[in-house]
């Protein structure tokens, strides 16, 4: 193998074809849908020497049908650092991603950068579901241990339930007056759903000084279907969200563990 091998496979999967726009390209990749990765030039109107790159417009719809949203923090940010490696853009009224105009001797390297970055972006789809939801909770672990853990142990991954070791919450915080705080980090069905499942069965033990949080993600959380939020809102889980004021949740949770303010509350021994 060599380069002009490399070189004449590649193009061989090119294939151009004029369009009102400029040229419609189909490439040699393949998204994960398996559809062929398609590229647009856009020859800048009255500038016949200047074109940009851009996609068909339905790129982020066929993301947020795979879960991806760019609403939060850490996959706005993860969105927004991409597009800026790769010199792109997104236009929200157009609702599409392109690259700046470039004279047409600069196309070329152009197009392999815009080619990369919607290959890449594909990567966008590993910040959803799973790994979005990993994301948020270590975002909350951060913020727990930010403004608690001076005086509270963090447990992770326990059971707020004395005996009841299948109904594990994401954090568990307890007073020394018998207090305990059941979190949970809802970015999904599934945590949504365990929440549930921990208040119900705190009402078939007949648990006493336990109190149930689910933090969302934002205060319109992308991941829970309707019924399930309706069955939280109708539940005596608590419920928060994480985006905007924080402070304010730190206040909430010290209300809910019954701290005064200026008492001392410590980790449970």
Not at 32 to 43: H, L, P
Not at 238 to 257: G, I, Y
Request: glycine letters at 4%; proline letters at 2%; aromatic letters at 8%.
């Amino acid at each position: 193998m060599n380069v002009e091998q490399v070189c004449k496979e590649f193009c061989s999967g090119l294939k151009a074809t004029e369009v009102p726009m400029g040229l419609a390209i189909a490439t040699p990749f393949k998204g994960e849908d398996g559809d062929a990765v398609s590229i647009y030039m856009r020859k800048q109107v009255g500038i016949e020497a200047r074109v940009r790159f851009e996609e068909d417009g339905q790129l982020l719809a066929k993301l947020a049908e795979e879960g991806f949203t760019a609403d939060t923090q850490t996959r706005s940010s993860a969105f927004s650092s991409l597009l800026k490696k790769h010199g792109a853009f997104f236009d929200e009224e157009e609702w599409l991603i392109h690259s700046e105009y470039v004279a047409e001797e600069q196309a070329p390297a152009a197009f392999l950068r815009f080619l990369e970055l919607m290959v890449r972006i594909d990567d966008l789809k590993l910040l959803s579901k799973t790994t979005v939801a990993r994301a948020f909770k270590d975002d909350l672990k951060e913020f727990l241990e930010a403004n608690f853990s001076d005086n509270f142990e963090i447990q992770e991954e326990e059971s707020a339930i004395d005996g009841a070791d299948n109904y594990v919450s994401d954090f568990v915080m307890k007073t020394l007056t018998g207090r305990t705080l059941a979190i949970y980090a809802v970015s999904s069905e599934v945590k949504a759903l365990e929440a549930l499942l921990l208040w119900q069965e705190a009402i078939r033990l007949n648990v006493k000084d336990l109190t149930i949080l689910a933090v969302l993600e934002n205060s319109k959380p992308q991941g829970l279907r309707q019924n399930t939020m309706s069955r939280l809102m109708n539940s005596d889980v608590n419920l928060a969200a994480f985006d905007n004021a924080q402070s304010d949740l730190v206040k909430k949770m010290e209300r809910q563990l019954e701290i005064s303010e200026g008492s001392k509350y410590h980790p449970e021994s």
